[in-house]
């Protein structure tokens, strides 16, 4: 087709690579590099900016094109066409085709509603998972925990927005809130932003210039307003949240990947309302890394932190340099991955149902004990 050309060039330096037409959408060497047997097909490359039922919008060296994802339609559900995914596409035709995906860098993934074993990919190869949290409303920290260890198994780097910043006039307050996220987000950056002031944008457009960033966060947590934000310009819709709980309406209904001008691609997702693990084991233990550190020092390995001699996990709970809600969500999140996990694989169910035996055993023994002291 006129206009589209067949293959890459065959410079693979990274200057060709920065002058490359897609370099403004991530494009670089390790890119062209994937995508060189491709090339030699006459396929085209592309990054999807949109998927919608079976098809996705993909940018090309010769501009967007709409294709269709039949020919990589896979049985697995983490293999599915996903906005901010590497693709090879026709050269024309019409309808054209998606052929083939390249290989992900990163994976932003969270189990599906459904009761089945199944994952559902948010966003790919993101190198920022841009966390919203509203300071219009309460902070729930626990969310916040649950967002981070998504965003850390993800193999993204995490960054905490405090949206709606001026909210807060006083100083201190704001001060205090920050504190407090950055307690439950340790190695993460924790910005306070206002875009109706302008306060922290300059910031957080330095952070992720130049760079694939996930715009997350529930309903309300004014993603759509950020996103206007570091665009400069109203491009997505923003609807207002509710007085009463702050909650908002989903604004964003689709995935969208967006060229920012300071260089950089922002990927805006709509709210969620849940926020499944979905084998996190690794980014839960990155989130509560203070324990994780702690119970190294367990007198026994396969130490449960419940009631064991030597635990230093409970030695810091008694003295108060750890504090109880964190272990109790750690607890939870762990429990939650290990159900998500154990769907699939064969071997920890067992072990789960042998633990639940041999606690059952324990909880019978104790309570004959008990009786006999009695009498």
Known sequence: MKGFPLSLPPASSEASSASHPLAPYGWDEGWETE?????????????VVRVDRGLCDVVTPGGTVRADTEFVVPRDPMKVVCTGDWVAVDPGGDPRYVRTLLPRRTAFVRSTSSKRSEGQILAANVDHAIIAVPLAVELDLGRIERFLALAWESGAQPLVVLTKADLVPDP???????????????????????????????????????????????????????????????????????????????????????????????????????VGLWDAGQGVGQVFAEIEELAEECRFHDCAHGSEPGCAVLAALEDGSLPERRLESYRKLLRENQRIVAKTDARLRAEIRRDWRLKGAEGRAAMEAKRGRIR
């Open 172 to 274: 201190t307050g704001l001060s205090y809130l920050v504190d407090d996220v950055e307690t439950t987000a340790p190695g993460v950056q924790v910005l306070p932003v206002s875009a109706a002031t302008g306060e922290g944008v300059d910031v957080l457009s330095a952070v992720v210039s130049g760079s694939t960033s996930v715009l997350l966060g529930v309903s309300g947590a004014g993603k759509s307003t950020l996103a206007n934000a570091l665009l400069g310009e109203d491009v997505m819709e923003v609807q207002a949240t509710r007085d009463v709980d702050g909650k908002g309406r989903h604004t964003t209904t689709t995935r969208n990947l967006l060229v920012l001008p300071g260089g950089g691609v922002l990927i805006d997702t709509p709210g969620l309302r849940g």
């Open 35 to 47: 995508f060189t047997p491709y090339a030699a097909q006459g396929l085209l490359p592309g990054r």
